[in-house]
């Protein structure tokens, strides 16, 4: 038995409401109170154990590439790939091949798509 839980994901963001926004279009998070401090950080749940905290930093340089990324499973990957195909969303495999999925080594399907901050998102298919 390990001696952690996973609790949170940190990531900076130029603006707060566009991630929020995209947050809950995209994965359906819930925003909730931020109860560490009464800055304009805004927490979003994945679920009640683990949460993604957006902290505003409008003019700090962000950098991104794939191998830096979160990873998320869901049941029905082709929900998501149908979710953020109406909402434009560009999504790819590992090899950056647009709009199609990978399956990986351990026979599991995966996509990935970028943040409006260029954060990289994994999602796996929980089979």
Same mark, same amino acid.
């Given at each position: 038995?390990?001696?952690?839980?996973?609790?949170?994901?940190?990531?900076?963001?130029?603006?707060?409401?566009?991630?929020?926004?995209?947050?809950?279009?995209? /994965?359906?998070?819930?925003?909730?109170?931020?109860? $560490?401090? !009464?800055? =304009?950080?805004?927490?979003?749940?994945?679920?009640? %154990?683990?949460?993604?905290?957006?902290?505003?930093?409008?003019?700090?340089?962000?950098?991104?590439?794939?191998?830096?990324?979160?990873?998320?499973?869901?049941?029905? /990957?082709?929900?998501?790939?149908?979710?953020?195909? $109406?909402? !434009?969303? =560009?999504?790819?495999?590992?090899?950056?091949?647009? %709009?199609?999925?990978?399956?990986?080594?351990?026979?599991?399907?995966?996509?990935?798509?970028?943040?409006?901050?260029?954060?990289?998102?994994?999602?796996?298919?929980?089979?």
């Amino acid at each position: 038995m390990s001696l952690y839980s996973f609790n949170h994901i940190a990531l900076s963001v130029r603006d707060a409401d566009e991630s929020v926004e995209f947050y809950q279009n995209v /994965l359906q998070l819930t925003e909730i109170e931020n109860t $560490a401090s !009464n800055s =304009k950080t805004r927490w979003l749940a994945f679920n009640d %154990d683990v949460q993604l905290h957006l902290i505003p930093r409008p003019n700090a340089e962000i950098k991104t590439n794939k191998a830096v990324h979160f990873a998320l499973a869901i049941i029905d /990957l082709n929900s998501i790939i149908k979710n953020l195909e $109406a909402l !434009n969303i =560009k999504y790819s495999d590992w090899r950056d091949t647009p %709009d199609k999925s990978y399956i990986r080594k351990d026979g599991i399907k995966q996509i990935y798509f970028q943040d409006p901050n260029g954060y990289w998102i994994e999602i796996n298919e929980d089979v």
